[in-house]
């Protein structure tokens, strides 16, 4: 419903500004080179992703899986360095480390043998999907951002709600399918626009590493709106991760490790 939500709003919305404009829209459509690159992104960030966070948030707590959200950034900058080799500075892959150790710290089981939780292991795979995503659509990025975001929009949402039709979900309510909507077309569509713009002058591993100064918003959420509690392992987390990501003004060199003894002071407090 999120996608759908996203890809018929923006697609209403790119229907009615080629009509408005005369075909006159700005930006360059997609190329027929381009679709089989869109495909896959679609495939891997809309279709196997989103399904891999659904069941993830349903074992691990808002709060935390906020904060684990943030290995897309990192996945995002090794696909883009090792694959496609996109350059990424020292600051940005001291800054990934960071970020990845945060992630670990929280989906370590302290009350189990050295095992990964089950609901961490299933978000860092839809991470892994959206990192492959952020990639391919860089390759597409140069086109016209509204006609993508729809594209993925409309089909990712119609081959999820197809998926959850065959094993036996029904259609909620018209208030929760409005709401859904709302929220999909905020939070994915004009979300992904302004994604491929950056992709398309910044590069998919700096843009990642803006991006991930996002799910600090959802794990503050999390904890304000839900009542979640600020637990010792989201305290060191959050000041890895927050050190990782901050602007050089806010946090100058060695912040790192001024971030993590922040965050064991939380934890401790």
């Not at 999907?129 to 951002?145: F, Q």
């Not at 491929?196 to 996002?214: E, I, K, Q």
């Amino acid at each position: 419903m999120l996608y759908l939500g996203s890809g018929v709003s923006l697609g209403g919305c790119r229907l009615a500004q080629r009509f408005l404009l005369g075909g006159r829209v700005g930006e360059a459509r997609l190329g027929r080179s381009e679709w089989p690159w869109l495909a896959a992104a679609i495939f891997t960030g809309g279709v196997i992703a989103p399904v891999l966070l659904m069941f993830g948030l349903s074992h691990t707590a808002a709060a935390e899986a906020a904060l684990m959200l943030n290995l897309e950034g990192v996945f995002t900058a090794v696909v883009a360095w090792v694959v496609f080799r996109e350059h990424v500075d020292r600051r940005i892959a001291a800054g990934m480390v960071a970020i990845a150790a945060g992630a670990m710290v929280l989906a370590w089981n302290p009350t189990e043998a050295v095992r990964l939780s089950g609901g961490a292991v299933l978000i860092a795979g839809a991470c892994l999907g959206w990192a492959i995503d952020n990639n391919l659509t860089r390759k597409v990025s140069a086109s016209d951002p509204l006609q993508i975001a729809a594209m993925k929009g409309l089909v990712a949402g119609g081959v999820n709600i197809g998926i959850a039709l065959s094993l036996g979900a029904s259609i909620p309510s018209p208030t929760t399918v409005g709401l859904a909507a709302l929220l999909g077309l905020l939070s994915y569509g004009v979300s992904l626009i302004l994604f491929v713009l950056a992709l398309r002058n910044l590069g998919a591993g700096r843009t990642s590493a803006y991006f991930s100064t996002a799910p600090f918003v959802g794990a503050l959420i999390g904890v304000l709106l839900l009542g979640e509690p600020v637990t010792g392992r989201l305290g060191v987390a959050a000041g890895l991760i927050w050190a990782a990501v901050a602007p050089r003004a806010v946090v100058p060199t060695g912040g790192m490790a001024a971030g993590a003894a922040w965050g064991i002071a939380w934890a401790a407090a």
